[in-house]
Structure formats: C-alpha cells, structure tokens
C-alpha cells in the first residue's frame, strides 16, 4: 500500500472534528489543529515519503501552516511575523539547495 498526502490530510482533518464532535475542543481549538496536525503531516510526508524533487516543498508548506496554527496562542501579528519568518527560511534553504547547471 503506497502512502499518499492525501490519506494523511483526511486524518488530520477528520481527528479534530471528532474531537469537536465530542465536546473536547471548540471551534477555533478545531481548526488551530487541523492546520497543526495538516503541517506536521506535511512535514513528515516530506521527510518519510515524499519524492526527492518535492520534500523541500512540501516540508516548507508544513512549516508554513504549522506557524498558521499558532494563531490560537499568539497575537495575529505575532503570528503574521512567524509566517513571514518560516516563508523566508524556506526560500532561503530554496535557493542553497538549488543547484546551478555549468
């Protein structure tokens, strides 16, 4: 059975609006962890399975929404900060790992 992002995607999702359903978060707890549990995913399906043209990809989008998700903790300032920071880190790590042909 191959792993795919979307399996893992309807996971992250589902998880919290059953946890939603049964009273143990609210509303805006329910989608700080869907986009938490939708980045972690991303990051890991990057690391563990992802092809080697898209893993700096998709780790960068995980780490984009997993900073989205902190909008529940943090200021929204705060919050629109460490997104600016986690999308200048990915277009940084882009351009070191890029190679230039001769």
Known sequence: MKIGSGMGLIVCILVPIV????GVLDELQTASAILLLGGLWAIAFGV???????????????????????????????VAGLVLISVIAVVLASVATTRKKP
């Open 19 to 22: 946890l939603l359903l049964f």
């Open 48 to 78: 563990l399975f992802g092809k080697a043209g898209n893993r700096l990809y998709n780790v960068g989008v995980g780490i984009v929404v997993v900073a989205l998700s902190t909008f529940l903790f943090f200021p929204l300032q705060y």
